[in-house]
């Protein structure tokens, strides 16, 4: 695929619904933290938001789910970047079921850069924004399957 897998898991029991599969609240906290971790490795990790008093926060959500996952089945959580503004950006998340190599899950998501003191949208510095560049460059093939929501230029 390309992406590196933030998180490597199996299928737990806690994970399980009533109807003998994965359920969508393991879906989706695996697919929301995959981006953030992937942010993290470049550069906004916890002393980002401690010494700068900046973060993301996600503004909306679209998710998709294409196979389901069943006990113990082993799955991946990759995420990519695919567009930013000066105060927004444009993620993808797969949860990939690595036994049939297939994408079992997809999450898009908006985040906003805020300044955690005004709680407002503030620009994303350059430092981070030139980062992040690089990784939106990096997974530009993502972009095509990244449809369903639309960044707002600030």
Not at 48 to 69: A, C, I, K, N, P
Request: hydrophobic letters at 40%.
């Amino acid at each position: 695929m390309g992406l590196a897998a933030q998180f490597d898991r199996r299928v737990e029991d806690d994970d399980i619904d009533e109807n003998g599969h994965m359920n969508v609240t393991s879906y989706f906290r695996w697919g929301i933290w995959a981006p953030w971790k992937r942010l993290e490795g470049l550069g906004m990790g916890q002393r980002y938001l401690d010494e700068r008093r900046l973060s993301f926060f996600t503004v909306e959500q679209r998710l998709g789910y294409h196979s389901e996952m069943r006990h113990g089945q082993h799955y991946t959580t990759r995420a990519a970047l695919v567009e930013r503004s000066d105060k927004a950006l444009h993620l993808a998340s797969f949860v990939i079921d690595e036994e049939r190599a297939t994408i079992a899950c997809f999450l898009e998501l908006m985040y906003v850069h805020v300044s955690l003191e005004s709680r407002r949208a503030v620009a994303i510095p350059d430092d981070l924004a030139s980062a992040i560049d690089e990784a939106i460059a990096t997974d530009a093939w993502v972009r095509p399957l990244a449809t369903g929501l639309t960044l707002r230029r600030s």
